[in-house]
C-alpha cells in the first residue's frame, strides 16, 4: 500500500507554478498583513491579485463559513438548491441596476467571462438572430485565462501562443487618452474613442454582431484606465442602435472596490450582462457570478435551457462565505472608506510624480488606483522594455514587505504600470505605511535606472 507522504517544507517543491521563482511559505494573515513562515510580515498593497476586499482573516465571515461547514459543504446545483446562494443572489440582486434580477454562480473570473459570452449566444439563438457570433473588445485587455474569455483579451503574451486553438475576436483600442497628443478635451476623446465601436460594429455587419465587452475600470491590461465620463453613455448608446449586448467585466472593479458596489452606478449605466469576481468572496471562497437581465434570462429559458454549468456553481460553503463579505462591506461602510482612502492614496501617489519624473501618469478610482513608468513624460515613451521594471520595482518593494501587482501596459510587450490597491479596510496610517516603503523601492529603482 502507497504510504501517506510527511512532507516537510525543506523537501523539492512537486507544484508546478507559472515560472521558476519562488516565494516564501505563506503562515497567516490577518488585516491588511500577511506573515511568512520566517515571520516576516508583508502589507498585501494589492489585495492578492486585487482579491482581498476586506482585509485577511475577518472573524464574521470565518464564523458564517464554520456554520456553513456544519451543515453541509457541497450539494449539486441539479440536486438541490441551497439557502447560501439564494441570500446571496437575492443580495447581489438588490446591488445591481434595476432590471438585474437573476444570478448565476461560478467559481471565478474567467469561468464569469465565458458565462457571459455563452449567454448572450444563447440569447442570440433563443430570439432569432443566430447570425450574431462577433464579440468586440478592448486592446489591451484581460478578460480571462480560459480559451472563450482569451479570444476577447487583447494581451499579446497571454494570446499569441494560442491564436491556433481559438477564434480571436475583433478589438477596438482602449481609451487610453493620457497618451493622445491632440488639441481635445475630454468630453470630445472619449467620444472619439467610442465612436470607434460604432465604426467596428458597421464595418464587421451590424447583423454579425453580438456584444461588447469592457471594464468600467481597468485592470491588470490597462492598469485602472478610467474612462472620460462622455464614452460610458455614447457606449450604451451605440449598442443599443445596433441590438448589441453591453457586457461590464467587473472582476476587478465590483464588489466596492472603485466606491460604488458595481463601477457602473459612478456613469448610472445599465449593462445587459455584468461579470464578478475576485472580491465578491475576497478570497475566502473562489467565487464568481454573471448577472443577467431579466429579458435574457427569461429569452434563454422559454426556448429550453441554459446550456452551461460547472460542479461548483452555487457551491453553499462559497456562497455562504460571498454573503458574509458582502454583508461585511454594506454594514461596516467599506464602500464609503474604499473613496476615502483611495482619494488620499491616489494624491499621494500624485505627490510621487514631483520626485520621480520617470512616473508619467496616475489613475484609478476609489481603492483601485496605477501608476505608469516611462522614459520621457513628455513623449510618455515606454522604458527599455529589457530593463523589465515592470518586474524589478515589484520584487524591490516585496524585499520591503510591501506587495504591488504590475504588468506591462502596451499590449502586453512593453511599458510598465503597478497597481496599488489595498484592501479596503485600509487606514490613514496604512497609507503611510505604503508610501513609506514605496518611497524607498522607487528610491533603489531610480538609482538602478541611473
Sequence with gaps: MTKIVDWN??????????????RPLLDRGEGVYLWDQNGKRYLDGSSG????????????????MRRQMERANFGYRLHFENEPAERLAAQLAALAPEGHERVFFVSGGSEATESCIKLARQYAFASGQSSRWQIISRRPSYHGSTLGALAV???????????PVMREMPKIPAPRCYLDKDTLSDEERGIRYADMLRDKIIELGPESVLAFIMEPVGGASTGALVAPDSYYPRIREICDEFGVLLIYDEVMSGAGRTGKYLAAEHWHIKPDLIAMAKGLAAGYAPL??????????DT???????EHGYTYAGNPLACSAGLAVTQEILERDLMGNAARIGDLLKCELEGLMNDYPFIGDVR?????LAFELVQDRETMTPLPAGF?????????AYERGLIIYSRRTRDGVEGDHFLVCPP??????????IMAKLRASLDALQAELA
Design 49 to 64: 491579485a486585487m482579491v482581498s476586499n476586506i482585509g485577511h482573516g475577518n472573524p464574521r465571515v470565518l464564523e458564517a
Design 288 to 297: 464568481g457570478a454573471m448577472l443577467a437581465d431579466n429579458h435574457i434570462i
Design 364 to 368: 484609478g478610482k476609489g481603492l483601485l
Design 388 to 396: 523589465k521594471a515592470y518586474q524589478r520595482l515589484v520584487e524591490l
Design 9 to 22: 517544507p525543506a523537501d523539492a517543491s512537486r507544484m508546478f507554478y507559472q515560472t521558476r521563482q519562488r
Design 424 to 433: 479596503m479596510i485600509a487606514t490613514g496610517a496604512h497609507v503611510e505605511e
Design 300 to 306: 434563454v429559458l422559454d426556448a429550453g435551457d441554459f
Design 153 to 163: 483579451t487583447g494581451y499579446r503574451p497571454l494570446t499569441d501562443p494560442f491564436l
